[in-house]
């Protein structure tokens, strides 16, 4: 379990757990919002282009970039979640929390977050679990915002968040 983490992870430090998250589509509010404001920016520009090449000519292409650009707003935060997701790898080892992506033109990236008895882990039960126990800046709406960072959408949650209290709970025990 150990393969490929080399000069990652730090000496007697082990693998707990590793898995990915779920990959599916999610439609959420805010998706359906977004997602109603770019099928009217596409359906507009439709409108233009038709419009437009009723006088002939081409002028109608400039009407193609405001097409597609409705579009992207409309499915790109439905697909892009489920693409990126995708691409994610979770692990867990006695001392970190590890969230690795490999996606195309961004590349591979593996960010590591510390958990100790002073983490603050929040856990939302479900069918497919949350737990997050970092906040960082991302991109959420086409904005810069502050967001929890974590394990998302992941089968074994409760299980995952019962080996993080562990941790910090050995870490209480060093301490006293």
Known sequence: MTDGWEGILDPEERILWQGRPDGGIVISVANIASGAFGLFF???????????????GVFWMFGLLHFSVG?????????????????????????????????????????SYPITRDTRISFEEGGLSNIHFAEGMRYRGGKKRLSPI??????????????IRDIQKAQLEQVQ
């Open 150 to 163: 974590g394990f998302e959408r992941i089968p074994d949650g409760r299980e995952v968040y019962r080996l």
């Open 42 to 56: 596409a359906g507009f520009a439709l409108f233009w282009m038709i419009m437009a090449s009723q006088a002939g």
């Open 71 to 111: 579009i992207g707003i409309a499915f790109g935060p439905i697909v892009g979640g489920a693409f990126i997701r995708r691409h994610t790898w979770y692990t867990l080892t006695d001392r970190r929390a590890f969230v690795a992506t490999d996606v195309p033109i961004k590349g591979k990236t593996l960010d």
